[in-house]
């Protein structure tokens, strides 16, 4: 099945076209990358320090064609289908579709003219959870393109992206197979907007367990960084100066490690990150050397954290593998602490931490998800007719 992926939930405008093969309950899944593009709108965002819903959705209308069409070029599959003759009503249907996205809708009919339909089976579309003004802009998109192409959508849920994500083992430099897992399994998504423990039974039923009561780590990792004058995001640069406290050994201040004993699997961070506060007010930071110990000891709470309750979950609901998602969990702090916990990697649990170059946003996890769905779970897909229909609403924060 050749899925086209399509991945704007937050700052990166991400489209992949993949040839998924093979059967989860078989555990044989392969994924054969034809184009993987990850347009990311950092540089934009840095200059305010974060990310603004309006100013994404506007960067995902300009970059989605130019987007789609590398990655329809890097696709070397030669079976392009003509496109047929669109009924008037189905135009009509496509542009009230693109209506709020002048600069996109302007120039989908010259995309759509000179772009034959690609060799694809489904578009696979993040639908949930992220900033809405994004994700509505990818999901009005991915419909426009079934209603065009007349493929059906599969729509995914962003964590379950992120969960694939680590189950994925690269076996060359274009091809992924999905790692036999044995179940039940917990996966540990940690990102800009998600700090979640999720209990997987089997492939398809997932419970979260455990979450954020407040912000998400990584949230807390970039507040952070902000505070010390670093640039945003903030979890790359913690971890680069951390290294550096690290190795002058240091002896750091003692920052709280919040809800560690708790009798639950929720976690919160915004009182670490208040803690920090308090520290940088009572006595100011100067040298790259004091930020350094600052962030180390941040980073040193952060994992202690995230490791303990991820542990204590593993163990109380007898996980056979635990997995690691997410933006964060690029960082190597975390990685090697979650590797030396004998609890987490012992010989009865298994732990996959996603390849780093799958941590962050990206649309390869949508594709594999997106299989997941086709494959397991049919009922979810929505042809064009169900588009047509309008179907597929953009829920914003729809669960599983
Ligand atoms: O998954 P992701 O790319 O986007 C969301 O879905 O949120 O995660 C982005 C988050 C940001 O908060 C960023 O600072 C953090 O991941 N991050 C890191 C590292 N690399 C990215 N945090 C800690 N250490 C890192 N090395
Ligand atoms: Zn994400």
Redesign the pocket.
């Known amino acids: 099945m050749r899925i086209l992926a399509i991945e704007t ?2 700052d990166e405008t991400a489209i992949a076209l993949v040839e998924a093969r093979g059967s989860f309950k078989k555990n044989d899944v392969y994924f054969n990358v034809a184009a993987n593009i990850i347009l990311s709108q950092v540089k934009l965002h840095k200059k305010y320090g974060g990310v603004f819903p309006n100013l994404a959705k506007r960067e995902h209308e300009r970059n989605l064609l130019p987007v789609l069409g590398k990655v329809l070029e890097e696709d070397s599959e030669e079976s392009r289908i003509k496109n047929h003759e669109l009924s008037a009503i189905k135009k009509e249907k496509v542009e009230k579709l693109l209506e709020r996205y002048p600069t996109l809708q302007e120039r989908f009919w010259e995309f759509s003219e000179k772009t034959p339909k690609p060799d694809i089976d489904a578009v696979s579309i993040t639908y949930g959870p ?1 900033l809405e003004p994004a994700l509505w802009v990818g999901v009005n998109f991915a419909k426009a393109l079934s209603l065009i192409w007349n493929v059906s959508l599969i729509p995914v849920n ?1 964590m379950v ?2 969960m694939l994500s680590a189950a994925l083992e690269k076996k060359s430099r274009t091809e992924y197979k999905i790692t036999n897992i044995a179940f039940p399994a917990l996966a540990l998504l940690i ?4 700090t979640e423990l999720v209990l997987m039974r089997n492939w398809t039923d997932h419970e979260v367990v455990g979450q954020t009561r407040d912000d998400a780590v990584g949230e807390a990792f970039d507040k952070v960084a902000r505070m010390l004058g670093l640039p945003y995001p903030g979890g790359p640069e913690i971890s680069k100066i951390s290294e550096r406290a690290r190795k002058e050994k240091t002896v750091p201040p003692k920052l709280p490690r919040p809800m560690i004993n708790s009798n639950d699997f929720d976690f919160s961070f915004s009182g670490l990150k208040t803690s920090v506060l308090y520290r940088i007010k009572k006595k100011p930071v100067k040298t790259a050397a004091e930020k350094a110990i600052i962030a180390r000891e941040f980073q040193e709470a952060a994992t202690e954290v995230l490791v303990k309750k991820t542990a204590r979950a593993a163990k109380h609901y007898n996980a056979q593998t635990i997995l690691v998602g ?2 964060v969990s690029a960082n190597n702090r975390i990685r090697d602490a979650l590797r030396e916990t004998t609890e987490i990697g012992s010989s009865q649990t298994r732990l996959l931490i996603a390849p780093i170059e799958t941590t ?2 990206n649309a390869l996890m949508i594709a594999a998800a997106g299989y997941l769905s086709a494959t397991l779970r049919p009922e979810m897909l929505v042809t064009p007719a169900g588009v047509e229909a309008g179907l597929l609403k953009a829920e914003g924060n729809l669960r599983i």
């Open positions: 939930s937050c992220g962003h992206g992120h990102s800009g907007g998600h997410g933006g962050g946003d």
